[in-house]
């Protein structure tokens, strides 16, 4: 590097400065560079989290559960297709079947099973899409029930 330059008669001369001194004011995010501290923002663990993240076994599905509500679910779907091919909806066949899967759907088993695939008002990790809508349609049938 060049640095300011004095008039010797009528010629300036620059005078170099060492290498050396330039490295040394270098600096950036974290320390010197020439001391190989610092880099990338938050290293060494200044944005660390302090306390202890807990596994909470409730946030994934089981497998179980998804079976047992498929076939909830597809006791329900045929029943509502009967309900469906009945030429009158006021018949008793009809208004039976319509309490049936009122009692399907309200019943305890069947709550605590969407109550289990839920976390914080919507689906639990692990569920494939098809899955997570089975979940929002099961809630939405035990809501209107």
Not at 1 to 16: D, F, K, T
Request: aromatic share 4%; charged share 25%.
């Amino acid at each position: 590097m060049l640095a300011r330059g004095r008039i010797v008669g009528r010629a300036l001369v620059a005078v170099r400065r060492s290498s050396s001194d330039t490295i040394g004011s270098i600096t950036y995010s974290g320390g010197q560079a020439t001391e190989g501290q610092g880099g990338f923002y938050g290293s060494g663990g200044a944005r660390k989290k302090k306390e202890s993240v807990e596994w909470n076994s409730k946030a994934v599905a089981q497998l179980e559960d998804i079976k047992s509500l498929q076939a909830v679910m597809a006791q329900v779907a045929e029943l509502e297709e009967a309900i469906a091919q009945t030429k009158d909806p006021l018949a008793e066949a009809s208004i039976e079947k319509k309490q049936t899967i009122k009692r399907l759907m309200t019943s305890p088993q069947t709550v605590a099973l969407i109550e289990s695939l839920e976390m914080g008002g919507q689906p639990v990790w692990g569920l494939s899409q098809s899955e997570r809508s089975l979940v929002k349609e099961a809630r939405l049938k035990l809501i209107n029930c």
